[in-house]
């Protein structure tokens, strides 16, 4: 019996909808993204991922509680595409991630969504050096060109995928390791020849880093958003947004699981 289960709150049609893996690794990357993903494009809650391992706490913003995971969707552009963001504040315990994985993955393709975008920190020794990019146009607008100042490089689960990360100027992730909830996604993406993206970002091991994250959401921006989104608020709101994540933590109590999120050398 799985001990993970999708419960859905509102019924949408999701067929070829982009979906955000948004749990957190170094930096809480995932997380930053995911929220502000879910702020700027007005996103709703469609669904809450359950189960007996989650922390048990409400997440309560507006006066409103809320499940540790939840799912969060709606229409991003006048053509009618669609994101889905998964969206969580705890990193999961390590024996549950293939099941995480796996009931992710089933959702996702349940729901005839056709790629799925997982952001991630990683540590600056990791990152290797950094890939050429092509001087920017005049008319580039400066928040751009600070998301851009972090380097982002991509992986891909299929050819097709690869393609679409060498066409938006994305440097491709050579070799190492990559491990957690993104690993299992791009493995399953390989067995199920399902399009999977992970976007690394070089991220503090030691705090919230909002600043990587404005670099994976640029990246995001340009691959499927057709350079829609504002970015600059988020670089605006940097520290808020990472002062914020730190109160979060310290009024539950999980000073701890912050630093078990942000430990440094999960790539290699």
């Avoid at 991003?76 to 796996?102: A, C, T, W, Y």
Wanted: aromatic share 4%; hydrophobic share 40%.
């Amino acid at each position: 019996m799985n001990s993970i289960r999708v419960v859905e709150i509102e019924e949408m049609n999701l067929r070829g909808a982009y979906v955000i893996d948004g749990f957190p690794s170094i930096g809480l990357v995932g997380s930053i993204v995911a929220n502000y993903l879910v702020t700027a494009l007005n996103l709703r809650q469609i669904a809450v991922v359950d189960s007996v391992h989650f922390p048990t706490v409400s997440m309560i913003k507006n006066g409103i509680p809320s499940s540790p995971v939840r799912i969060h969707a709606g229409e991003v552009n006048q053509e009618g595409d669609r994101m889905v963001v998964f969206v969580s504040e705890f990193q999961p315990p390590p024996h549950i991630l293939k099941e995480l994985g796996v009931t992710v993955m089933n959702w996702v393709e349940d729901h005839r969504c056709r790629l799925l975008i997982s952001p991630e920190g990683i540590g600056t020794k990791q990152a290797g050096p950094s890939p050429d990019v092509p001087e920017a146009e005049p008319e580039e607008r400066e928040e751009e060109k600070e998301a851009a100042s972090n380097s982002v490089l991509g992986v891909a689960s299929t050819p097709e995928a690869r393609e679409m990360l060498k066409k938006n100027d994305i440097a491709i992730f050579e070799g190492g390791v990559i491990v957690g909830l993104s690993g299992i996604l791009l493995n399953e993406g390989v067995n199920r020849h399902f399009d999977v993206i992970t976007l690394l970002s070089e991220a503090s091991p030691d705090f919230p880093d909002a600043r990587a994250a404005a670099a994976v959401t640029a990246a995001i921006n340009k691959l499927i958003l057709d350079g829609s989104l504002d970015i600059k608020p988020l670089l605006q709101e940097a520290e808020l947004i990472e002062k914020g994540l730190k109160e979060m933590y310290d009024k539950a109590g999980k000073q701890d699981e912050l630093r078990k999120v942000t430990v440094p050398g999960m790539y290699g």
